[in-house]
T-cell receptor, first 118, second 114 residues
Framework: GAVVSQHPSWVICKSGTSVKIECRSL??????MFWYRQFPKQSLMLMAT?????????EQGVEKDKFLINHASLTLSTLTVTSAHPEDSSFYIC??????????????FGQGTRLTVV | AQSVSQHNHHVILSEAASLELGCNYS??????LFWYVQYPGQHLQLLLK??????LVKGIKGFEAEFIKSKFSFNLRKPSVQWSDTAEYFC????????????FGAGTRLAVHP
């Protein structure tokens, strides 16, 4: 299947700093990408939908000023956790769907990024 | 609102045992259902999906799932598990109007012992 790559795979940062996570579609162009987070022993929760060339759509309860999403190209979406705090420590996962294909085309997932804020 | 629940959080089996993982959904629209698997250290992968038609869906690696509308269920099955099936399994439904925007169940962690 298609490959979606996240970078970094893990990151440790100090409280108050910002962290950028990249999500790349390696062999297809993704007009839409999705960002999820997964707390320990819990399921994945959708945070936002990232659309190339337009503003991201955030799910209820997700602070858009805290989690900045940029989808500037058809192969890259970035999630920036601004002024990170320990409660932002989580596993962040992206998925990407190829543009120009039927709406029910499968989205592929990245390997995830484990963020630890100390 | 859509929701999905998985009954078993941890399952431990011996190789060759049969597997059934429960998934129930609450969904008001056209039913689309998914099972994903996450092997240790790997990407989430699609095991199988149901859109319409035959309620018994065959997936990869010998997995299957049966959509039972009257029970709002989409249980995952495999007749004989292998050690390599050790992974976490997630049932999912899409948000209304968003095929790839998914609501995931809590997940079931499966451990298969040789």
């Amino acid at each position: 299947g298609a490959v979606v790559s996240q970078h970094p795979s893990w990151v440790i940062c100090k409280s108050g700093t910002s962290v950028k996570i990249e999500c790349r579609s390696l062999d297809f162009q993704a007009t839409t990408m999705f960002w999820y987070r997964q707390f320990p022993k819990q399921s994945l929760m959708l945070m936002a939908t990232s659309n190339e060339g337009s503003k991201a759509t955030y799910e209820q309860g997700v602070e858009k000023d805290k989690f900045l999403i940029n989808h500037a190209s058809l192969t890259l979406s970035t999630l920036t956790v601004t002024s990170a705090h320990p409660e932002d420590s989580s596993f962040y996962i992206c998925s990407a769907r190829e543009g120009g294909r039927p709406r029910n085309t499968e989205a592929f997932f990245g390997q995830g990024t484990r963020l630890t804020v100390v | 609102a859509q929701s999905v629940s998985q009954h078993n959080h941890h399952v431990i089996l011996s190789e060759a045992a049969s597997l059934e993982l429960g998934c129930n959904y609450s969904y008001g629209g056209t039913v689309n259902l998914f099972w994903y698997v996450q092997y240790p250290g790997q990407h989430l992968q699609l095991l199988l999906k149901y859109f319409s038609g035959d309620p018994l869906v065959k997936g990869i690696k010998g997995f299957e799932a049966e959509f039972i509308k009257s029970k709002f269920s989409f249980n995952l099955r495999k007749p004989s598990v292998q050690w390599s099936d050790t992974a976490e399994y997630f049932c999912a439904v899409p948000f209304s109007g968003g095929y790839n925007k998914l609501i995931f169940g809590a997940g079931t962690r499966l451990a298969v012992h040789p």
